[in-house]
């Protein structure tokens, strides 16, 4: 229970951080989010801690933890990263992944065209993301995504809320990129991938850039 109070926690405060509702040095102090979520103290530490891993929250005045400022310098070389690893990951999905697997990927694609509601494509997202991942068979790559994936995603997610075209263009760029896997065309899965993860940074890039100018007197 005190592990899925936790996920619980840190999902909340990171779309509001990622959604600019919880602005840059804002304090998050465990004694008021306790009293927030009715939980004890302790989920809501293990939660910053996962925050701060994900370096979206930081040590502040008193080691007390404050929502740390990402900068857009920081951002894009962080998905300048993560697509350059996804990328391979794919390459190596079009040639590796077993003929169930390519249609476990088709199978998730088209359930990704009939859903409209952000949340439930964003979990699909992750389920598009996991079956590549899972089809190159490559645990060192996995494991250097991971990290990557955990700084990454919430901000690929908070895209699909904050941006009503984006799930339209993100499925046509899944398609592309299950298109290439499918047909067992690793550098068009490569560039395609690639292609899709910085889609998802311009896009952010924009709804941060409003948001920045909204909150601006």
Known sequence: ????????????????????????????????????????????????????QARLAERGTRRAFVVRQQSMDELERLFEA???I????AALAALRM???????????LQEGEVTTDP???????????AAIRTGARNDILAASLQDLNLRTFGW?????????DRMATSHIEHAAIA???????????????????ATAFLVLAETLSAASSDRRP
């Not at 990171?14 to 009293?35: D, H, K």
């Not at 298109?179 to 993860?197: F, L, N, P, T």
Request: aromatic share 4%; glycine share 8%; hydrophobic share 40%.
């Open 82 to 84: 993560a697509g350059e």
């Open 1 to 52: 229970m005190s592990d899925r109070t936790a996920d619980q926690i840190f999902g909340s405060l990171l779309q509001e951080i990622v959604s600019g509702r919880l602005a840059p040095g804002e304090p998050l102090s465990e004694q008021p989010l306790a009293a927030r979520f009715g939980v004890s103290r302790t989920p809501v530490r293990e939660a910053l801690h996962r925050l701060e």
């Open 156 to 164: 690929r997610d908070a895209n699909f809320r904050a941006d009503a």
């Open 179 to 197: 298109e290439a896997i499918i047909g067992k065309d690793a550098q068009a899965a490569r560039q395609h991938m690639r292609s899709h993860v």
């Open 119 to 129: 949340e439930g494509y964003a979990a699909l997202n992750l389920a598009f993301h």
């Open 86 to 89: 996804e990328g391979a990951i």
């Open 98 to 108: 077993s003929e169930i697997e390519r249609r476990q990927l088709a199978a998730l």
